[in-house]
Structures are given as structure tokens and as C-alpha cells.
Antibody
Framework: QVQFVQSGAEVKKPGASVKVSCKAS????????MHWVRQAPGQRLEWMGW????????KYSQNFQGRVAITRDTSATTVYMELRSLRSEDTAVYYC?????????WGQGTLVTVSS | DIVMTQSPDSLAVSLGERATINCKSS????????????LAWYQQKPGQPPKVLIY???TRESGVPDRFSGSGSGTDFTLTISSLQAEDVAVYYC?????????FGQGTKLEIK
């Protein structure tokens, strides 16, 4: 069955970087586009970007002004999301999700807390 | 960017009654070449990721109870729960997946009256 397992919770200081992983299983990894979506406390879901797991092409939300990078390792069937220059407003749960028209499968979420 | 606006922000409905949630997009998400509306509905329970209920505006995801239905076209869409059950308490989001960024509505919190 399709499954995504994300890395564990992180606590970071302002200005630091975080890299969250999302391990895929149960389907042909390179066939789909993968997205990252975050949810700050009490806020709506916010799209961050996507990666074509086949060719590695990416597209990012302008809201992150070059702070985000999404990569993948096809041999490990894993996608990564790195967010740099963290600030307190980046405290959120970060999700990976598979695109199949809508987002049909999601990871369990990774809480990233940014605090001094 | 396209903006998705849901109404109401919260809703309290008695068990067995109908619940209706609306979603409006700032631009049409209907693509004439495919004759499809690129609109999905998700259900999110506390501590869980969103779960897709409806896609192409009105197609129910496999395994989703038939009390959930979606309707609408272009810019105006509706999610209807025909007979509310206790397990339907959740936050519901609409999402357009026609444009990048794939924007979500602000969410509607559904509770039992």
C-alpha cells in the first residue's frame, strides 16, 4: 500500500535550517509529483512547492523567497524539504503529499518548532 | 494567485441533519479541454493529515461514505454531508489544483450541535 513516513520533530533556533525527509513506499516513486504543504497553528494549509520525482524539476511558492529547496533521492525513494533562515513564523507541521490530481496520500506530518 | 474562500468558518449541526459548506475561488478552476473542475475537498481530524474526500468537484474518493457529496462548477462549489454522523466532526478544506500555487481555503470547523 502507498505510504509516506516523515522524519521526526525538530526544534531549531531562529536563523538555522531544517531538512525534513519523506520516505515513500508501495508505488512507482518516479511516476509522481510530490508536494510539500505546511500548517502553522490555527492556520490554513499552505502550499510550499513540488518536485517531479522522475526528472527532479521543482517549483516553489514565492512566499518563501528562495528559502526553500526540495530534492529527491530516487534510490532511497525519499523526498526532502529544506527550509533556511528559519523564523518563529515557520513553526508549523510540515507535510509531504503525492499529487494524483488532488493530493491523494499524505505523510503523517513533521512538527518544526522555531524558538530561541 | 488564486484565492479560495470558504463559508462559514464554523458550523454546528445536529446528528442526522444536513451540513453544507461552500467554497468560492477567485478564478474559474474549470478547464474546458478536460471538461473538469480542478477542485477537491479534504477532511482533517486533530493530529492527522488531511484526507481527500471529493475530487474533480464531485467524484467521491474510494471508501468515502456516500453521505458526502460535492457539487458546483467554475468558481462556486459545495460540500454536503447529507446526514451528519459523530465521526464527521473535523475541519474541512477545499483546494484548487488547476493553478500553481495549489491554494487551499481557510477551513470550516464542523461540530455537533
Amino acid at each position: 500500500q502507498v505510504q509516506f513516513v516523515q522524519s521526526g520533530a525538530e526544534v531549531k533556533k531562529p536563523g538555522a535550517s531544517v531538512k525534513v525527509s519523506c520516505k515513500a513506499s508501495g508505488y512507482s516513486f518516479t511516476t509522481y509529483v510530490m508536494h510539500w504543504v505546511r500548517q502553522a497553528p490555527g492556520q490554513r494549509l499552505e502550499w510550499m512547492g513540488w518536485i517531479n520525482a522522475g526528472n527532479g524539476n521543482t517549483k516553489y511558492s514565492q512566499n518563501f523567497q528562495g528559502r526553500v529547496a526540495i530534492t529527491r533521492d530516487t534510490s532511497a525513494t525519499t523526498v526532502y524539504m529544506e527550509l533556511r533562515s528559519l523564523r518563529s513564523e515557520d513553526t508549523a507541521v510540515y507535510y509531504c503529499a503525492r499529487e494524483n490530481g488532488p493530493f491523494d496520500y499524505w505523510g503523517q506530518g513533521t512538527l518544526v518548532t522555531v524558538s530561541s | 494567485d488564486i484565492v479560495m474562500t470558504q463559508s462559514p468558518d464554523s458550523l454546528a449541526v445536529s446528528l442526522g441533519e444536513r451540513a453544507t459548506i461552500n467554497c468560492k475561488s477567485s478564478q474559474s478552476v474549470f478547464y474546458s479541454s478536460t471538461n473538469k473542475n480542478y477542485l477537491a475537498w479534504y477532511q482533517q481530524k486533530p493530529g492527522q493529515p488531511p484526507k481527500v474526500l471529493i475530487y474533480w468537484a464531485s467524484t467521491r474518493e474510494s471508501g468515502v461514505p456516500d453521505r458526502f457529496s460535492g457539487s458546483g462548477s467554475g468558481t462556486d462549489f459545495t460540500l454536503t454531508i447529507s446526514s451528519l454522523q459523530a465521526e464527521d466532526v473535523a475541519v474541512y478544506y477545499c483546494q484548487q489544483y488547476y493553478f500553481t500555487p495549489q491554494a487551499f481555503g481557510q477551513g470550516t470547523k464542523l461540530e455537533i450541535k
